[in-house]
């Protein structure tokens, strides 16, 4: 048997970096680049898919992303790895109930000794039929929950509501420029439509790859916390291409999808906080180096907007809201730039500073 071609780690990131449309940005619709991308991790309100989608898609506007969450086109829900993702309403009735055995583990791990004992069934029921008279914030949630169970703590019944249900985020949550509690409904009354009865991991496992591959099993676990889809890639195998990573690890791929010369130019990009970019992979060293891991994913569990310099993490930036008043761009490069890289950076600062309403400043806090 033939061994499977070795791919070196800037070809994996290469592969990457085309497949997320930051070689060069696209003209997708920013559903279609949302539906591409399998969602956008979104726990952080609300610049993060915004700021995402605007390193990706040429001539994209807030408003474009608003507009889809307002008139339901667009969700914000638990899905992958247990964390709020911003997914097309497709999407969500077809993936969430392909991650429910992540939010199980969750639930059991953070919660389970302080609900030993609860009907989750029964509390399921009287949860949804609360939801879906009106959103609630789980604050409110959990203290309806406990006053049929007053011995119990109301954070983790809402908890449990959040995990055995598909709750969704209801706006202004979420909308550019505006701001609310996160109110919650049950995805089946927001949408008008039931979850999809037969989710396929198959299907997801080629829609992962499509947009993050080639990668390994381990990979794919990691970009949707659940385990053992070994058999997933191995039942698929006949209609995918494999390749060896430098450590001989077992890579799986579409065998259409691109895979760019490693030479191919990358340019300098900004990638938003919490981008999947750096989130997806058991190993980030395509596009992550592990020396600078630590500098853009705190131990807090923020993960910092990143700077991408010939397709490598090579710095932090950060929108910040000035004293004064206006905004402004703070870039962090983790070694000197190169001046070509220096003012590409700039001009990506100043992008986002039109994109967040115009003016304001770029500013560098130099390496060392």
């Known amino acids: 048997m033939t061994e499977p071609?070795?791919?070196g780690t800037r070809a994996l990131g290469r592969a990457l970096l085309a497949r997320q449309h930051l070689l060069a940005r696209s003209?997708?619709?920013?559903?279609?680049?949302?539906?591409?991308?399998?969602?956008?991790?979104?726990?952080?309100?609300?610049?993060?898919?915004?700021?995402?989608?605007?390193?990706?898609?040429?001539?994209?506007?807030?408003?474009?992303?608003?507009?889809?969450?307002?008139?339901?086109?667009?969700?914000?829900?638990?899905?992958?790895?247990?964390t709020i993702h911003l997914v097309t309403a497709d999407d969500c009735l077809t993936l969430r109930p392909l991650v429910q055995?992540?939010?199980?583990?969750?639930?059991?791990?953070?919660?389970?000794?302080?609900?030993?004992?609860?009907?989750?069934?029964?509390?399921?029921?009287?949860?949804?039929?609360?939801?879906?008279?009106?959103p609630l914030t789980f604050q409110r949630l959990?203290?309806?929950?406990?006053?049929?169970?007053p011995d119990r703590d109301p954070a983790a019944l809402a908890q449990a509501a959040r995990c055995l249900l598909p709750l969704v985020q209801v706006p202004p949550r979420g909308v550019w420029g505006r701001s609310g509690a996160a109110a919650h409904t049950t995805a089946e009354s927001w949408l008008g439509r039931p979850l999809d009865g037969a989710p396929s991991l198959d299907g997801l496992a080629l829609r992962y790859l499509a947009a993050f591959g080639?990668?390994?099993?381990?990979?794919?676990?990691?970009?949707?916390?659940?385990?053992?889809?070994?058999?997933?890639?191995?039942?698929?195998?006949?209609?995918?291409?494999?390749?060896?990573?430098?450590?001989?690890?077992?890579?799986?791929?579409?065998?259409?999808?691109?895979?760019?010369?490693?030479?191919?130019?990358?340019?300098?990009?900004?990638?938003a906080p919490f981008d999947n970019l750096l989130l997806s992979h058991a190993d980030r060293t395509r596009v992550l180096p592990e020396e600078y891991r630590p500098r853009v994913m705190t131990?807090?569990?923020?993960?910092?907007?990143?700077?991408?310099?010939d397709g490598l993490v090579a710095g932090s930036w950060q929108l910040t809201e000035e004293r004064t008043g206006g905004r402004a761009v703070l870039l962090r490069p983790f070694a000197a730039l190169g001046r070509g890289d220096r003012r590409a950076a700039e001009s990506e600062a100043e992008r986002v500073l039109a994109f967040a309403g115009g003016g304001g400043a770029v500013r560098f806090e130099e390496a060392g």
């Open 5 to 7: 071609p070795v791919l």
């Open 27 to 82: 003209a997708m619709t920013p559903a279609a680049m949302v539906r591409h991308l399998g969602g956008l991790q979104a726990q952080a309100v609300p610049q993060p898919p915004y700021l995402g989608l605007l390193s990706r898609l040429e001539g994209f506007t807030p408003d474009r992303l608003s507009a889809l969450i307002e008139q339901r086109e667009a969700v914000r829900i638990a899905l992958h790895r247990g």
């Open 101 to 134: 055995p992540v939010l199980d583990q969750g639930l059991r791990a953070a919660y389970g000794k302080r609900l030993a004992g609860v009907d989750l069934p029964a509390l399921a029921d009287e949860a949804r039929a609360l939801l879906e008279e009106r």
């Open 142 to 149: 959990g203290a309806l929950l406990a006053g049929t169970r």
């Open 214 to 271: 080639p990668a390994t099993v381990a990979d794919l676990q990691k970009w949707c916390g659940l385990s053992r889809l070994g058999a997933v890639l191995e039942r698929l195998a006949p209609e995918l291409v494999t390749f060896r990573d430098e450590h001989g690890r077992l890579l799986y791929d579409l065998p259409q999808a691109p895979r760019p010369d490693p030479a191919v130019p990358a340019p300098v990009r900004l990638l």
């Open 299 to 309: 131990q807090n569990g923020l993960v910092l907007g990143a700077l991408l310099v």
